[in-house]
């Protein structure tokens, strides 16, 4: 029995790309259908100038006679003119669909696999296949695939054409004409491994480039940025001379191409020119021909021209496609309605294994109960950022169940489910606009008391008034002109406001300094009383306004109780703690 053979990257590739083909088959093929016209006119214009030149050329040549035939020819130009044009832009609309297609279609994507996902990846990496990726598609699908249907049908109509007036010069046509494609693939085919190459060397300038920024404070302070400028050079010397390889192939198969169009058309003119010396063809016939032999050559000359835009799709393409081809996380979407008030949720013998093998979970079971604030601690990598992921619909569990006032969370309607969440995450982002409009992400409908009233249980009030505009006061991008700890409140604020039954919080307090630290807690238990919360706690001090503490270890609860109780029992939370306190 023999074996399957598995298809390249190439060919997975190429499957892929053609699999856009079918939604863009009609426009594709009116662009082809205009630029075959436009092509086939190429004919009718060689016979006007041919008629023309050989009336111009007679012993007693009538110049008024010739101008129907110079009228037609204008015709002629004017129609061809049009009918690029018009393929042109039909085929710029069928790129141009595919692209707005496949970027909402790569996003969407990104979403569904989510922020778990998203951690593990280079963002420059990504940013370069939704900006250049897609432009190479879309320049694959507007330029090159017209350009080669238009080669295949324009050279069979001259030859069709040329053929019963010259069969010698049809037949030279006929025999060279395959040489341009055969050696056009000869060298493509080293110019795919350089351009993949080059594409690879892209992405790692697009990573590195963009982290460089985004470190930038951090390589200054530490004394780095000029080593780092130095590695970013040279990986942009690497790009360039992937890229110089591949233009010298280009070129290359440009100069080759020219050559043999050159030598085909100079084999037609020679032959052409000594049987009219020798009176074996007639003037009009030969000049007709000679016209033509050019025309037969462009469009193959062309293909050649766009060959490479295949090329840089399929580097696309094998950037794209793998993300595009990973499963997302398998969230079941049931229509059960969740409740409106503060729910139990219950985890029982919950494990998680992400996609890297990496494991989270293993048979963690506890139980929040309605109305009471519960803080999960633990050692970093315990699995603590898991169960926050698992409740956000982020992660499915590998086994076991989670539960909702009795309903299992895949039952629940996923949006409605979101709906009854406010969270808090570690590293909150705050958007380049007015202080009231991050609020209002969470709630747009509240009202300036009710900002008011989120900003004071977050201790936030004093230093928003304290501002030139108070709520209209601008920020930068991620939160710019607010310290660390004035943004951390801004954005407990935000999760306050949105007044949801169940609160996700992780580090409620971090970038807090001790005696903010302690303003915050002491406003959170008015605030979050009433409602169940979930605070995972890396500040061990935090837990001091929970109503019940989970200790996490390996992905397991190992201990929990009341924040006293474990403190005073010597166990994990202890431990915990004395290596906290430890200086």
């Known amino acids: ?105 790569l996003l969407a994507h990104v979403q569904a696999l989510g922020p778990l996902w998203l951690q593990g990846e280079q963002r420059g990496d990504l940013l370069n296949s939704l900006v250049n990726g897609i432009e190479a598609l879309e320049a694959y699908f507007a330029r090159y695939l017209p350009t080669l249907r238009v080669t295949a049908l324009v050279p069979a109509a001259i030859l069709v054409a040329v053929f019963p007036v010259d069969w010698i010069s049809g037949l030279i046509l006929l025999f060279t004409a395959p040489l341009i494609p055969l050696f056009m693939w000869l060298i493509g085919r080293g110019a795919e491994d350089l351009n993949q190459q080059q594409w690879l060397r892209l992405a790692r300038l697009s990573a590195r480039f963009l982290d460089t ?127 409106a008030t503060p729910p139990q949720v219950v985890f029982d013998d919950v494990h998680l294994r992400h996609a890297d093998g990496r494991v989270a979970l293993r048979g963690c079971s506890l139980q929040l109960a309605p109305g009471t604030i519960t803080a999960v601690v633990g050692a970093s990598g315990a699995g603590k950022s898991s169960l926050l992921g698992l409740l956000l619909g982020l992660a499915a569990p590998t086994a076991g169940s989670i539960r909702v006032d009795g309903v299992a969370l895949d039952e629940l309607d996923p949006q409605a489910w979101l709906r009854c969440l406010s969270v808090l995450p570690q590293r909150p982002h705050l958007f380049a606009a007015s202080i009231a409009d991050n609020l209002r992400l969470a709630r747009p409908d509240a009202t300036p008391q009710a900002l008011r009233a989120a900003l004071r249980a977050a201790c936030a009030d004093a230093f928003v008034d304290a501002l030139p505009q108070g709520l209209d006061t601008l920020l930068g991008e991620r939160g710019a002109g607010l310290s660390g700890g004035q943004a951390q409140r801004l954005a407990l604020a935000r999760a306050l406001l949105r007044d949801a039954p169940l609160l996700l919080l992780d580090e409620p307090t971090a970038s807090l300094d001790a005696a903010t630290q302690q303003q915050v807690l002491h406003a959170l238990r008015d605030a979050l009383r009433g409602r169940t919360v979930l605070m995972v706690a890396h500040r061990l001090r935090t837990v001091e306004i929970a109503d019940r503490v989970l200790v996490l270890e390996q992905g397991r609860v190992v201990e929990q109780g009341t924040p006293r109780q474990l403190a005073a029992c010597g166990g994990a939370f202890a431990r915990l703690l004395r290596a906290e306190d430890t200086p």
């Open 213 to 339: 920024l985004q470190g930038l404070a951090t390589l200054k302070l530490l004394g780095a940025s000029r080593r780092e400028a130095a590695v970013v050079e040279q990986v942009s010397e690497e790009y360039r001379g992937a890229t110089m390889q591949v233009l010298r192939v280009a070129f290359l198969s440009a100069l080759v191409l020219e050559f043999l169009s050159t030598v085909s058309i100079a084999l037609v003119a020679v032959l052409v020119g000594f049987r009219l010396l020798w009176g074996q063809m007639h003037f009009l016939q030969g000049f007709f021909v000679l016209l033509l032999a050019p025309e037969f050559y462009a469009p193959l000359r062309g293909l050649g021209g766009v060959y490479h835009l295949r090329m840089d799709a399929l580097g696309a393409a094998q950037r794209m496609r793998p993300v595009l081809e990973l499963p997302p996380p398998q969230v079941a979407a049931g229509g059960v309605a969740p409740p």
């Open 1 to 105: 029995m023999s074996a399957t053979p598995i298809p390249s990257r190439d060919a997975r590739a190429q499957a892929w790309l053609k699999s856009f083909v079918p939604g863009l088959r009609p426009i594709l093929r009116r662009a082809v259908a205009l630029g075959s016209v436009s092509g086939v006119l190429v004919v009718a214009q060689a016979a006007l100038i041919a008629h023309i030149v050989a009336a111009a050329l007679q012993p007693h040549p009538a110049p008024r006679q010739a101008l129907p035939w110079l009228a037609g020819l204008l015709v002629l130009f004017a129609s061809r003119f049009a009918l690029t044009r018009a393929s042109e832009r039909v085929a710029f609309r069928a790129g141009a669909a595919l692209r707005r297609q496949l970027r909402d279609r």
